[in-house]
């Protein structure tokens, strides 16, 4: 059904190539008639509709009977999972119980109960990356916009 309607609205914009605003530029906004060692603008248009940016904890930690979806994503990247965990000095299987059990949570609003304002938002920002690295393994608009940001930076 999106995308019907993204390609619905593609056709009604050479429709209305007459109009300058909506007029396709060659040599600007295509790649095939670019000149050589010229970068043509692009344009990414993701179209989205009620979709997940970041996946959330209670997603992270559903379970399909045998596997978390955290889990799921960790099988899919173990090395980097590894990484990710050492980065924050922990063992890769003591930050995923952490995480999916809720201990992560619960350290942030024991740390936030005892006014260790320092230790809550490193467990806060330890949460929310977990989650990015997990949105960044799975088909998520985070992803698509990370992606568009890199090569926006490549150029």
Request: charged share 25%; net charge negative; proline share 3%.
């Amino acid at each position: 059904e999106r995308l019907c309607f993204f390609a619905s609205s593609l056709r009604s914009m050479l429709k209305h190539g007459s109009q300058p605003e909506l007029r396709i530029r060659p040599g600007r906004d295509t790649l095939l008639d670019c000149e050589l060692g010229g970068i043509p603008t692009l344009t990414q248009i993701v179209p989205v509709y009620n979709e997940q940016v970041i996946l959330t904890e209670e997603f992270l930690c559903a379970s399909d009977g045998l596997n978390t979806n955290l889990a799921f994503l960790i099988s899919q990247a173990e090395n980097e999972w590894e990484i990710f965990a050492g980065k924050h000095s922990m063992l890769p299987r003591e930050l995923y119980d952490a995480f999916t059990s809720g201990e992560l949570s619960q350290w942030a609003k024991q740390a936030e109960r005892n006014d260790d304002s320092v230790r809550s938002r490193e467990l806060h920002e330890l949460i929310l990356e977990t989650r990015f690295w997990a949105s960044q393994r799975s088909q998520t608009v985070a992803k698509t916009a990370a992606g568009a940001i890199q090569y926006h930076k490549a150029l």
